[in-house]
């Protein structure tokens, strides 16, 4: 099918100028991401530089193993969807589904395994920052930053991941009532680079919470 | 089709060797100060993921642009925000209250 006969809307001159905006508008958007979790990168810089042996006696607390299979995991989900974007591009809806399914229970998994068990192990723990923190002494205050940097990334990390997983399902759903074809996914693609993002902030994330403090 | 799926697999066999590589380096007995440089594979990483599972190539050349004013507008960031403290030498002062 020519896309000369796909429908769009009146602003754009073909369903083609219309694909093009809504990826580039995300783009926009993921630039605007890239800035805010950019913020937090230079807290971590900030934070470390004036505090490398408390900043690393904090990373070294935390769950390496949880860490590391929650990085392995989403790396997996952005594989997972993009071959169902790869699979949409050649018309195959149910496999697009199927990969959706995959790449939404593989998001869930990370955030079971983030917020259900690594921040109940760290809770139980006593590394939030609070009153009774576990690590006392002349590192105490590094710590406490390390950790307050670590639940403020985790949870903003989180909401996006919970945000990823609802346009995902958003995306199952459409394509369930088969509205994408070989034609038109331009919404599958979307969502698809920011489920990558997200992915992207982690891998970025994983070190500076898990490794970097971890050696030293 | 085959090709494009076999490309998106061994993409992620890359990302699972770099991040067995960062993961093992960070071992690695480093200078407090060098220990930063574990981030590389990370860095590859995140290129790994930005050129074959979203395709930033690809796109129109105003998402090139976009998504190189994010990495320049980053850099700015990092790179201003980090002078202070990269740069700044602290002087050890007595401690001059009375006793």
């Not at chain 1, 904090?58 to 390496?64: M, R, S, V």
């Not at chain 2, 090709?3 to 960062?22: C, D, G, N, S």
């Not at chain 2, 093992?24 to 480093?30: A, E, H, K, M, R």
């Not at chain 2, 440089?37 to 105003?62: K, R």
Request: aromatic content about 14%.
């Amino acid at each position: 099918m020519s896309e000369t006969y796909l429908p769009h809307e009146f602003q754009y001159s073909s369903a083609r100028h219309q694909a093009e905006t809504a990826i580039s508008g995300m783009w926009l958007f993921l630039a605007t991401e890239v800035l805010f979790f950019g913020a937090l990168f230079l807290t971590w810089i900030y934070s470390r530089h004036w505090n490398q042996a408390g900043f690393d006696a904090g990373a070294q607390q935390t769950q390496l193993a949880i860490g590391t299979i929650n990085t392995v995991i989403l790396v997996t989900s952005s594989l997972v969807y993009s071959a169902g974007l790869a699979f949409i591009e050649v018309g195959n809806t149910r496999r697009l589904i199927q990969c959706c399914a995959l790449a939404w229970m593989l998001g869930l998994s990370f955030l079971i395994l983030k917020f259900g068990v690594e921040w109940y192990l760290d809770f139980s723990a006593h590394l939030f920052p609070g009153p009774d923190f576990a690590i006392s002494g002349p590192l105490s205050g590094g710590a406490r930053l390390f950790f307050v940097f670590y639940f403020v990334s985790t949870a903003l990390h989180g909401l996006h991941m919970t945000g990823g997983l609802v346009l995902v399902g958003w995306i199952i759903l459409r394509a369930q009532r088969a509205e994408f074809s070989s034609a038109y996914f331009t919404p599958v693609a979307v969502v698809g680079l920011y489920w990558s993002f997200v992915d992207m902030v982690w891998i970025v994330l994983y070190p500076l919470i898990y490794l970097v403090g971890r050696g030293s | 089709m085959t090709q494009h799926l076999r490309r998106l697999w061994l993409t992620l066999l890359l990302l699972l060797v770099l991040l067995a590589i960062e993961f093992g380096v960070s071992f690695l007995p480093l200078d407090r100060a060098a220990r930063p440089l574990v981030l590389i594979p990370a860095v590859l990483m995140v290129g790994a993921v930005g050129t074959m599972f979203m395709q930033v190539g690809q796109g129109p050349t105003i998402v090139r642009l976009f998504a190189t004013s994010g990495l320049l507008w980053l850099t700015i960031l990092l790179g201003l925000g980090s002078l202070d403290p990269m740069t700044r030498t602290d002087y050890h002062v007595q401690d001059a209250s009375p006793k």
